[in-house]
């Protein structure tokens, strides 16, 4: 569910294609992308995250899992400190 609303959401920051492949995570592990149209390496920006996304992570904040897990359920889609940021508007 994540990976196709993921995929529907990104294109590359170059050529704006939407042909991508997966290509591991950066030292901040975050997921990077390598266009297969003009070979471009990006990172998704936090801009990208859909409505989707934040309903998954505040029902997981909600539920009180821990901030690693819910990066590592969310598939690098999310990074660390946006969880942070989100855990803490809710909480307040
Ligand atoms: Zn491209």
Not at 24 to 49: D, Y
Not at 51 to 79: A, C, H, N, Q, W
Request: glycine share 12%; net charge positive.
């Amino acid at each position: 569910m994540i990976d196709r609303n993921e995929k529907k959401t990104t294109a590359c920051p170059r050529c704006g294609s939407q042909e991508l492949w997966r290509h591991g995570k950066n030292g901040a592990g975050n997921r990077q992308w390598l266009c297969r149209t003009c070979g471009r390496v990006f990172v998704l920006k936090p801009f990208g995250i859909t409505d989707e996304v934040k309903t998954i992570t505040d029902r997981l904040i909600g539920e009180g899992i821990p901030v690693p897990v819910i990066t590592r359920v969310m598939g690098g889609y999310v990074s660390r400190r946006w969880i942070y940021n989100r855990k803490r508007l809710i909480n307040g």
